[in-house]
């Protein structure tokens, strides 16, 4: 089992994962497109192999290629990375009936959980305070029930991600349209028109909650992570533990979030997502792989998650108690970007120069070289910076040092914005929720 790990994926991620797979000394095949020979981990994996062009839907979307990559190349498990497959059950399902590991849930689980009406449906059911909406699909009761939830209210895609697919509606004449609209972006965004209604919250923080679970029935919470710095629903900035939380609700979400895995029968790493509001959390999705900030969590416990991921795969027990779990300290992460930090436009190109910072308790996770070609096909993110410390202004004093020390010259960067923001006095204070960005870039 996991005799040989194909990494299905590209960039920062599939270097963490190359590197969490040498330290259990499981060999490694990088998968990569056209575009991405030179990448990093493809130069440091035993093996590579050429999944198919630039276009990712010929290549880290194509379930055939990477299934027949797997059987070349010998390998018995994938690792999905996020994004791409990684929440994709038909793929999980091929790699289960191929007799192949998915390091991941099971297919059924990821199905469920991606599709955010039966999720919600589910987390309603486990006992999660859910998000007040339709229930299901919208239906001829919409207007009815948007009423109910008083406006604004917000229409989502049931199959959206990546922050797309979202509308938010703030009298009953806007209704019909706005929800005509994200149907078919939806439909031709993620290939499924069904949306629902949720009552838009104005003024939350986004929390989410992390959780680890094996196939022998032990499942570990990780604490919370702050993420509601966001420009256009995504995340920018991440921070562990989230500020402000009663202790007492922080226990409650975990055991509920640790019920919940319980009736999903839930394996591998796992995130419950909620939007928290004068004191309440209420569930907004389930991420059924690891995330992109999973590194400040990492920080605080000391544990890593992407080698256990690979050894509840190889279906080895977590050793690690509840009780053992002790948070040290904050960290904070920064995503830079390969866009410009006014126009957020993307800026691929050529690395003519490259710093990056060090010192205690800083973390840098990038697959970036000088003379690497940041191509023009995929995601923007070339590295994050995590920093750590005994506290939060510590953490955020270590950032500052960090990101001053960090250069990266030959295209443009978010480094400058990032530099900012951190030194702004509500960053500082903590005094932020989900809006706080995106009015910040309104005001310039
Ligand atoms: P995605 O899968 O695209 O990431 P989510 O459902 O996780 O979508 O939501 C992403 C972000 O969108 C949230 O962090 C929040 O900023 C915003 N959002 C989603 N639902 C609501 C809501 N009901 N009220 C206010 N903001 C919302």
Do not use: W
């Not at 060999?27 to 056209?34: D, F, M, R």
């Not at 697919?165 to 209704?175: A, D, F, R």
């Not at 022998?216 to 562990?240: F, Y």
């Not at 609700?249 to 939007?275: M, N, P």
Request: aromatic share 6%.
């Amino acid at each position: 089992m996991l005799s040989k790990l194909l990494i299905a994926n590209r960039g920062e991620i599939a270097l963490r994962i190359l590197r969490a797979a040498k330290e259990l000394k499981i060999p490694t095949v990088a998968a990569y497109s056209e575009a991405d020979k030179d990448l990093m981990h493809v130069k440091m994996a035993d093996e590579s192999i050429c999944i198919g062009p630039a276009d990712s839907s010929q290549s880290y979307l194509n379930i055939p290629a990477i299934i027949s990559a797997m059987e070349l190349s010998g390998s018995d498990g994938v690792h999905p990375g996020y994004g791409f497959l990684s929440e994709n059950p038909d793929f999980a399902e091929k790699v289960e009936k191929s007799g192949f590991d998915f390091v991941g849930p099971s297919a059924s689980v990821i199905r469920m959980m991606g599709n955010k009406v039966s999720a919600k449906e589910f987390a309603l059911k486990s006992g999660l305070p859910i998000v007040p909406g339709s229930s299901g699909a919208v239906d001829e009761n919409v207007h009815e029930e948007a009423e109910k939830l008083g406006y604004p209210v917000i229409i989502k895609a049931a199959s959206g991600g990546g922050g797309r697919g979202m509308k938010i509606v703030y009298s009953p004449e806007e209704l019909d349209s706005a929800i005509e609209l994200t149907q078919q972006e939806s439909a031709v965004a993620f290939g499924d028109s069904t949306v629902y209604l949720e009552k838009f919250l104005e003024n939350p923080r986004h929390i989410e909650v992390q959780v680890l679970a094996d196939r022998h029935g032990n499942i570990i919470h990780l604490g919370d992570r702050d993420c509601s710095l966001q420009r256009r629903h995504q995340k920018v900035i991440e921070e562990a533990p989230a500020l402000g939380i009663k202790e007492e609700k922080r226990q409650e979400i975990y055991e509920q979030c640790i019920e919940a895995c319980r009736q999903l029968d839930y394996v591998s790493a796992g995130t419950f997502e909620f939007l928290y509001e004068n004191d309440n959390f209420y569930f907004i999705e389930m991420n059924t792989r690891i995330q992109v900030e999973h590194p400040v969590t990492e920080s605080v416990t000391g544990i890593d998650l992407v080698k256990l991921q690979l050894r509840i795969a190889r279906d080895e027990e977590i050793k690690i108690k509840q009780e053992d779990i002790v948070l040290k300290g904050h960290a904070i992460e920064c995503r830079i970007n390969a866009e410009n930090s006014e126009t957020f436009l993307p800026s691929p190109g050529k690395i003519l120069e490259y710093h990056a910072p060090g010192g205690i308790g800083v973390r840098m996770d990038s697959h970036l070289y000088k003379d690497y070609v940041v191509p023009p096909y995929y995601d923007s993110l070339i590295a994050k910076v995590i920093c750590r410390a005994n506290d939060r202004e510590d953490a955020r004093a270590r950032l500052e040092r960090a990101l001053d020390e960090m250069y990266v010259l030959g295209i443009d960067t978010n480094l400058e914005m990032h530099r900012k923001l951190i030194n702004d006095p509500n960053f500082i204070n903590g005094t932020f929720n989900i809006n706080y960005l995106e009015n910040l870039n309104k005001e310039k």
